[in-house]
Every structure is written in C-alpha cells, then in structure tokens.
Nanobody
Framework: QVQLVESGGGLVQAGGSLRLSCAAS????????MGWYRQAPGKQRELVAR???????NYADSVKGRFTISRDNAKNTVYLQMNSLKPEDTAVYYC??????????????WGQGTQVTVSS
C-alpha cells in the first residue's frame, strides 16, 4: 500500500508565497513520476508541475516563472514553491505519483488534496 501525505496549503494574500510538500510512503520500488495538479471549483483538474520519469520537469504555462517544483529522492518527497500567488491560483492542490512496484508494474496514486486560497 502507498500513501501520499500532503501539507503546506493555506490562506495567503495575493503576491504571497506558500510551499507544498508531498511525501510518498509504502512498498515503493521506485517513483516514475511525481508532481502537482490542482482543481478549482467548477473546473477540471489540471497539471501544475511535475517531474517526468526521465527527471525533467513540466509546468503549466500559467505558473511558469512563479512556481518551482523540487524533490528529495531519499525521502520520496516532492515540493512546490509557489511565489507571486494570484487569486486565480486558488484551488485544491493534489499530489500525484506513478509508483513502480517492479514485477507488478506501475500504478498512479493521488493525495487527499490541500486547499490553497489566495485573497485579493
């Protein structure tokens, strides 16, 4: 069993910063990809930023230059530093990880979500 535990959400004024963390635990052989998605009320879940299996990063155009994803492989943890936050960044942020179980293959896991609210 794998768990993704997120932390770091909250309420911040526009222009402020927040740092999200997501730690994966369980019977993990390796992680093929890990990152952050968000879902605002009435909208579909969208990619924010993620590490690919090759180690490169992908960012949504709307967050480029403001958000930075980083990771600590030893801790199976990924971080999202969010700067210059805007009200339109308000959403529930979800961590996602593609876990490699070796012979049994890959499986996608989601965290429980953490609320980020940016006030104007």
């Amino acid at each position: 069993q794998v768990q993704l535990v997120e932390s770091g959400g909250g309420l911040v004024q526009a222009g402020g910063s927040l740092r999200l963390s997501c730690a994966a635990s369980g019977s993990i052989v390796s992680i093929n990809g890990m990152g952050w998605y968000r879902q605002a009320p009435g909208k579909q879940r969208e990619l924010v930023a993620r590490f690919t299996s090759g180690g490169s990063t992908n960012y949504a155009d709307s967050v480029k230059g403001r958000f930075t994803i980083s990771r600590d492989n030893a801790k199976n943890t990924v971080y999202l530093q969010m700067n210059s936050l805007k009200p339109e960044d308000t959403a529930v942020y979800y961590c996602n990880a593609i876990i490699n179980f070796g012979p049994t293959g890959l499986r996608s896991y989601w965290g429980q979500g953490t609320q980020v609210t940016v006030s104007s």
